[in-house]
């Protein structure tokens, strides 16, 4: 079955007004699908949605500018997806639902949104956006996940869930008012989180199995807080400059933690709990202070702290 409604595929200028909206409707063996749309208005189109059922799908899309939206769903089989969307107020959303994943969305400028949803498989994932009111999500459920967003400037923001199997995420945010925040739950976690400048925040959680983490945020009004629970934890947060904070827990096994944070408002806790702790910590320089509590009687405990100037205190617990 396959159905769709176009205004204009841009290619041919069919419509001079240039107002595009395009539906694909694709249901069982060979599916694929391709649109190109180029300057939508009357008042303001491009916009597709692709739907695709079962088997072999593809689907592409490149849309040029106006009021981009997008929207592909595939539900099973040999599963990609690829949509690009150049200037104005993007949206795009991409769901997926099983067999060999993949899912792509890059946008150009102004009031980007994406939302990546993948649900089983060989799943990966992408976003990439350049510039304006940057947001985007991604949430993978299960099997090899993956996930890796790039967000360069204005109002970024970021939510990456990924749920269980071969877990991986990458974030970078490199301008402006970022956030963060990526939560895995189980089996062979990671995650790095990359943000340069202006208002940062960052928040990453790791439940079960091989986690680590690692998070560098260079400089304004810096924040972290990465919390671990079971397995083979480790996580390395280094924050360069102006008003740092930093905050790790780990509670079981392989604990380990780094923290690093150079200049203006510094501060820290660390808190580990059971097996084989070590935590590490150098505030090079202004309001220093930190906290680090290890616990678990008899336990394999080591800390090293060095801080170097300004109103330095340490406060060091173990059981």
Do not use: W
Not at 86 to 96: E, K, L, M, P
């Amino acid at each position: 079955m396959k159905n769709a409604i176009l205004c204009a595929v841009a290619l041919v200028g069919a419509c001079t007004v240039h107002a595009q909206i395009v539906n694909v409707t694709q249901s069982n063996i060979s599916n694929s699908a391709n649109v190109v749309q180029f300057g939508g208005t009357v008042p303001n189109p491009n916009e597709i949605n692709i739907d695709q059922n079962g088997n072999f799908n593809d689907a592409d899309s490149f849309q040029f500018g106006q009021d981009n939206f997008g929207d592909i769903d595939q539900i099973g089989n040999n599963n990609a997806n690829d949509l690009t969307q150049i200037g104005t107020d993007n949206i795009a959303i991409s769901y997926q639902d099983g067999n060999f994943n993949d899912n792509d969305i890059v946008q150009g400028g102004s009031d980007n949104i994406s939302d990546l949803f993948t649900l089983g498989n060989f799943n990966a994932s992408q976003t990439n956006q350049f510039g304006n009111n940057n947001s985007a999500q991604a949430t993978q459920v299960g099997n090899r996940n993956n996930s890796d967003i790039n967000q360069i400037l204005n109002n970024n923001d970021m939510f990456v869930y990924q749920d269980g199997n071969q877990n991986n995420s990458d974030a970078d945010q490199l301008g402006l008012n970022n956030l963060g925040f990526v939560e895995q739950i189980g089996n062979r976690n990671q995650s790095n989180l990359f943000q340069q400048g202006i208002d940062n925040a960052s928040e990453v959680r790791q439940y079960g199995n091989r986690n680590r983490s690692q998070v560098d945020q260079l400089g304004n009004s810096n924040f972290s807080t990465s919390i671990q629970t079971g397995n083979r934890n480790r996580t390395v947060t280094e924050q360069t400059g102006d008003s740092n904070l930093n905050e790790v827990f780990q509670t079981g096994l392989r604990n380990r933690s780094t923290v690093t944070q150079i200049g203006d408002f510094n501060k820290n806790i660390t808190d580990q709990a059971g097996n084989d702790h070590t935590a590490t910590l150098l505030q090079n320089g202004d309001f220093n202070c930190s906290k680090i509590f290890q616990q678990a009687t008899g336990g394999p405990h080591t800390v090293n702290v060095n801080q170097a100037g300004n109103f330095n205190v340490a406060c060091i617990l173990m059981n």
